[in-house]
């Protein structure tokens, strides 16, 4: 979930100082549209993590907007008004009516989310509450208002330095207080409980926007172009969007940087260490299909990547390990007729292994937000609803005692076109090579998008995805061998039965 | 939920001989339409208690359709195959391809209520279950999919007679094994956990067709005519429904009866026994309000009814047992600029009273399933969800330690029609009658449908309707009375602290 907020993204302050004032007119402007038009109610959650930067985003959207319209409520310990009431009503009666904008610093989510690092609650009324609150927010929806839900982030590392630069400058030491270090501890908690609380309701009519927080200049501007954004596309849209998909923008792009970017795709590895290595990962994966509790588990790898980024040769590097019999490798291309009459996911849970097995997919049920999307095979409502589905279906292997791992192996564009070119001049290698691929490549920027989206989205704390850089074919097996033998060898360790589940 | 499927519906042999092979004929017709245009695929779910005509319908489908395009799927215990892939692998591979139809006896809801009733599961873990079956048909129904969902119901009384009666006849007695007394020892903890699971599984998507199951005549050609109207409407619409509604029928009606039909609504009770039982029973509720737990709790009180059925009156009789200072009467008539300009639900929780506190609603939520559905105030969309969101909304009152009771004051039309006449008559009742009055009269017919499906759907577990016959103001009373001691008196006995509550 957090992987694109931890790259240390940026603005200058000049291009900050730059921007700023046409964003604030703009906004200005759209603000008093909304208060003459009625258009809607907006509702702001300003959430994230300590330091992140929750307080000052408020300030700075009081210092932005005309703060005749806009209603703050900083939610802390509930009143002896409130507790006589269910626990939402204290939002209820905070709504803003249509015309204003309402922030909610501290929101449904707050409680929720602190009562399961400190556990005081368990998974499970962790992942109710969520449910709840998706409900809630899709009646708000429903009923015209704009949600629009900010998380802002900080690294663990860049955490840590803050609060120890905080605490050596005398003028800053006062900030730092006891109950800072000792959610601090709980970092890891932390970030896990929210992970999962963003992945369950971050919807379609009301997505998170996770935006890094560690420099206040990129920081602000995504606030103020979300929000700028998000009000336009409401005010311009004819009709209340009732059921329909809410219009929200996605994530603003404001410096050159992205997870995929911020991969070094290099990895130096001569033939002569990977072939050490490589003997050394596949004798450790032979051993570990025998350890007597591989027949209670089952193994479900996923390979994506760049076109020619070398996919099929590293799956090729695992099942050299395999007894043939433990496992199948299951080539994902247009659907068949059979697979085209049934919802998409019909094709893969069909090949989801038994006990004891291993199925290993060379591409997968992503196709559906990234080539499906950037084709435009399906609709965009389907390709935003295949996040939710997908990582409710991986979470359905993962609770039955499947190992699931997903790979994206990443190659430079360069990288890409020498290896076509090598392609097309090799015969036996030639078939692997088709307009289609050349075709892709144009769309370029397009997947890079798609992909970047597709990894905020769906790396989760239980199934995250393993980023290969594969310039270097060598490195890239490896890392894949010895991320598979790493995960399964932890499967084995902590293998407790499944939880009863239902059919 | 259950209170409609509890009247005696019934058909007679003519009726159904009658209206049977026009039906089979357009049922195959309609099929025939689906296999040539592969418009969808059919999921039909026969669910319901024992011997409520699963079996028996499962046989009639196959025999009344074309079997070469139904797969019928009896899903009993898993096989080994099965038990090593996750729980919906066995569902996900038995869906049918677009252009047939799949029934399935047994499905994703039926070891959840199971495991819930015979004590194997918590009731979050159903809730849970039922919150994942949503997402699983609103994916399938995204998909294009039409899923019909039939609950084949019994009321304890017929339960207990048809298995006595088998078990007399010598020559039926083989049918009624230990087992199904076992079951029956259960009907109540079944009717509550297959109550809930209704309830939270009823989406507009994919609402529950809960049919009486006692008489095979009125069973099967419900059966019959919900499938062939649903099927009719899906081929008919134009464009596959995607994320909007589908278009589902309502239930047929396909006799006279209905649960306000059902109702007795002459109670005798004269002036002089009215008068002792009044104070009697304000006393008592006067000294529940100074029980040591009331400070605890509070009472939400709705009325609702036919016009001029008497709710001003019977909640005089309650306040006059009341401390002033413990009550509000809200009267709900047309929102004011400030509620109409935020979320339905606002105007009401507004009014949510604090511990110790009663809140008596003349009007109330159901206005939007009410008065706003009859009169074209909302659209279809609107008051479809809105029977989840204020069953939601109601369970996060009880979940509070709040007492929520519901009062549906019924008269019939000539009382109506009496009353509205008398009170033209008497100057100072003149400005309780008006125009609007004798306009919502001519829609009888139609308020009557609403009200039936606003029971049928809001009638929950812990916030039942009490129906209340009202031709007779006496009887009215006392029963409101009544129902309102008897309620509080359990509530304040058998009070326990809020479980934790997030938000």
Redesign the interface.
């Known amino acids: 979930m957090f992987e694109s907020a931890e790259i240390g993204h940026q603005v200058d302050k000049r291009t900050y100082d730059k921007a700023l004032p046409a964003m604030r007119e703009a906004l200005l402007e759209a603000q008093y549209e909304l208060v003459r038009t009625?258009n809607c109610?907006v509702i702001i959650i300003v959430s994230g993590i300590d330091g992140g930067g929750r307080r000052e985003s408020v300030h700075r959207l009081n210092e932005w907007l005309d703060p005749r319209h806009v209603e703050t409520h900083g939610m802390g310990a509930p009143s002896d008004?409130e507790q006589?009431?269910?626990?939402?009503?204290r939002?209820?009666?905070a709504?803003?009516?249509?015309?204003k904008i309402g922030i909610f610093q501290g929101?449904?989510?707050?409680?929720?989310i602190l009562?399961r690092v400190f556990g005081?609650?368990r998974k499970?009324?962790l992942?109710?509450?969520m449910?709840?609150?998706v409900?809630f927010e899709k009646?708000?929806s429903?009923?015209g208002?704009l949600i629009i839900k900010f998380w802002f982030h900080l690294s663990k590392p860049f955490q840590e330095s803050r609060l120890k630069a905080l605490e050596k400058d005398p003028r800053t030491r006062w900030r730092v207080t006891e109950r800072d270090w000792e959610h601090f501890k709980r970092y890891d908690k932390f970030r896990k409980a929210s992970g999962l609380a963003i992945q369950l309701s971050s919807t379609a009519q009301a997505p998170w926007y996770i935006v890094e927080g560690s420099d206040p200049h990129y920081r602000e501007l995504m606030l103020g172009k979300i929000l700028l954004e998000a009000l336009s596309m409401r005010l311009k849209a004819k009709h209340s969007p009732?059921?329909?998909?809410s219009a929200l923008p996605n994530l603003p792009k404001l410096d050159q940087q992205d997870i995929l970017r911020s991969l070094k795709l290099d990895q130096a590895m001569e033939k002569a260490e990977y072939e050490k290595k490589l003997e050394h990962w596949q004798g450790r994966l032979n051993v570990l299909t025998r350890h007597p509790n591989f027949e209670k588990i089952?193994v479900v790898s996923v390979f994506e990547g760049n076109d020619a980024a070398g996919k099929g040769g590293a799956i090729r590097r695992i099942t050299a390990a395999l007894d043939a019999r433990s496992y199948s490798v299951i080539p994902i291309a247009a659907p068949t007729d059979?697979e085209k009459?049934?919802?998409?996911?019909?094709r893969f849970?069909?090949h989801?292994p038994?006990?004891g097995r291993f199925a290993i997919f060379d591409r997968s049920w992503y196709g559906r937000v990234l080539v499906e999307r950037v084709e435009g095979f399906c609709?965009e409502?389907?390709w935003l609803?295949a996040y939710?589905?997908i990582n409710?279906f991986e979470s359905?292997?993962t609770?039955?005692n499947?190992v699931v791992l997903k790979f994206w192996l990443s190659i430079s564009k360069d990288e890409q076109l020498a290896r076509f070119k090598a392609r097309e001049k090799t015969s036996f290698k030639q078939f692997k090579i088709t307009a289609d691929d050349w075709r892709n490549r144009e769309r370029w920027d397009e997947y890079e998008e798609a992909v970047c989206d597709m990894l905020d989205r769906t790396s989760t704390e239980k199934v995250p995805w393993t980023l290969v850089p594969a310039n270097n074919k060598y490195a890239a097996r490896i890392q894949v061998l010895q991320t598979l033998c790493e995960t399964l060898e932890s499967a084995l360790k902590h293998y407790k039965r499944p939880a009863?589940?239902?059919?």
């Open positions: 009625q109610q008004e006589d009431r269910p626990p939402m009503w939002f209820w009666r709504l803003p009516p249509r015309g929101s449904w989510y707050s409680l929720p009562d005081r609650a499970i009324e992942e109710e509450a449910t709840r609150n409900q009646m708000l429903d009923e208002a009732s059921h329909s998909i089952s059979e009459s049934r919802p998409y996911l019909w849970w069909r989801m038994r006990r609709t409502y389907d609803r939710n589905e409710d359905q292997l609770s039955h499947m009863k589940q239902f059919s």
